[in-house]
């Protein structure tokens, strides 16, 4: 497959067998830029390694502890750092979504079913957290102690996105049991536990974000809520609970209608939330890197927010351009990998009025895991197109590869549009690669200015951003390599 050369100054599409469209480059390269003409296999090397450290950091993550015998098997700690800042915490989130990390990991690879018995003990975990009594936000309760025991203390308390996502990897979980031919009712009851909870509340406007800052209807919650009622109503039809299944079905037609409500046409980029009700109201911009993340975590095969949607598309370019500026480190073009000079793309925070610093307040910084998802999202985009076979040559698209043309300044070896996604995936990772310590040590965040890790270390969100990128990448060279 062809679809799209570039040749100098001109980027030509064709819709396979179509009639070619010819756009003008009018994005001049920032000085310095570099192009990839070696040293791609030498950040593949890195992404490896970093991949296999990544993956033994997240199991060390997950109770139990030699060190601290108090906590319960299959709890996930967010960070081991216990002060500035304390992380040590099983939060609904993030311990849902490394969970995903895993059931990923098992089903592309069967010799990793020993993994089962970590998920097993996540099923208990979560079958005791769903038990807890007196809780002020019952299953939206953000984060527990490792031990088990409610965290009591004020918090943005409230998170909606935590039942859904648990709900969602439960529910695939059980397809990966269902497929071995083995029993999953001791799952359902969990999972209908958090689904009727998410059918029940998703519309209301309390839930506090994804960064525990503002609450609202946020559109990661709300994508997280869709993927787990939609996932779930095909399980329990699969069971013969049929009601069950109706029932979500029904709030699933309402939520897609809301979720139309978040694009912004005249602002170019889809809208973080809706119906504000109080905490940070500094994000003017409602330019949020969490959107970006909803269409990675939660959105599905239909073209609803998926990646290659333009309104993702448009989002992403409205990210790249709003952060670039703002953070020193991104007038670093270029790394050095094993002695390859590699080009950088753009290193992402989270929004740009943010002013957490990993520890406190002050101005906010880079994040590890928002620019792995960065990288995820244009490897991604090329694994659609090369399912496809073909793509349309959107503006959005177009605009995004002009854009990104100022840093890498891809020549005629470039074989087509799947090899350039590839590449400015890989301006992320070496991204990555530059801010993280030589020994793989990863952080929260990255110190906008001298570009050192700051924040939580070995935050077990920022190793599994990287091999959720790691692992769609090597989807996409292999589908590369088979298309030759
Ligand atoms: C599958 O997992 C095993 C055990 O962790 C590992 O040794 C092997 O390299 C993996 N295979 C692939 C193709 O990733």
Redesign the pocket.
């Known amino acids: 497959m062809r679809v799209l050369s570039l040749l100098a100054g001109t980027i030509i599409v064709s819709h396979l067998a179509s009639v070619p469209v010819v756009i003008g480059l009018r994005q001049k390269p920032l000085s310095g830029a570099h192009p990839w003409t070696s040293g791609q296999d030498e950040l593949e090397q890195w992404i490896r390694s970093q991949d296999t450290y990544s993956r033994a950091r997240i199991l060390s993550n997950i109770a139990p502890f030699a060190n601290d015998p108090s906590a319960m098997p299959g709890a996930v700690c967010a960070s081991p750092s216990r002060s500035h800042p304390d992380y040590y915490y099983a939060w609904t989130r993030d311990s849902a979504l490394v969970m995903n990390e895993l059931l990923s990991?098992m089903e592309?690879?069967?010799?990793?079913s020993g993994l089962q018995r970590t998920v097993e003990d996540y099923v208990s975990f979560t079958r005791h957290l769903q038990g807890l009594k007196g809780l002020k936000y019952g299953l939206a309760e953000a984060k527990f102690h490792m031990d088990g025991r409610p965290f009591t203390k004020s918090w943005c308390n409230g998170q909606t996105d935590g039942p859904a996502i648990r709900g969602y990897t439960l529910t695939r979980y059980a397809r990966y049991l269902m497929q071995r031919g083995r029993d999953v009712e001791h799952l359902y009851g969990l999972i209908t536990t958090d689904l009727d909870y998410v059918s029940e509340v998703w519309m209301q406007n309390w839930h506090c974000d994804i960064w525990e800052e503002s609450r609202g209807l946020h559109f990661y919650t709300l994508m997280a809520q869709r993927r787990a009622l939609t996932e779930g109503a095909r399980l329990a039809r699969r069971l013969g609970d049929s009601a069950a299944a109706s029932a979500y079905e029904r709030e699933v037609g309402l939520m897609d209608r809301r979720l139309g409500d978040f694009w912004d046409e005249r602002a170019g980029h889809v809208m973080t939330t809706l119906e504000w009700s109080g905490g940070l109201g500094s994000k003017l911009s409602q330019l949020d890197a969490q959107v970006l993340l909803a269409s990675l975590h939660s959105s599905m095969d239909d073209g609803v927010y998926t990646v290659e949607s333009r309104e993702m598309l448009s989002t992403a370019l409205r990210l790249l351009r709003v952060f670039e500026p703002l953070y020193p480190v991104n007038q670093v073009l270029s790394a050095e990998i094993n002695r390859a000079v590699v080009p950088v793309g753009v290193a992402l925070g989270r929004y740009p009025e943010d002013v957490y610093n990993g520890v406190g307040t002050s101005r906010g910084n880079p994040w590890s895991l928002v620019t792995s998802a960065l990288a995820e999202f244009h490897y991604r985009l090329a694994i659609e197109y090369a399912k496809r076979g073909s793509v349309r040559a959107s503006d959005e698209l177009l605009e995004l590869i002009q854009w990104t043309r100022r840093r890498y300044r891809g020549q005629v070896e470039f074989k087509g549009l799947l090899r350039y996604l590839l590449g400015v995936g890989d301006l992320y990772m070496a991204r990555v690669y530059l801010h993280t310590a030589r020994d793989h040590t990863m952080y929260e965040q990255w110190d906008r200015h001298s570009g050192y890790g700051q924040g939580a270390i070995h935050l077990t969100w920022s190793y599994a951003a990287h091999t959720a990128a790691s692992r769609a990448r090597s989807q996409l060279v292999d589908l590369i390599a088979s298309e030759v």
């Open positions: 990991w592309h690879n069967s010799s990793m």
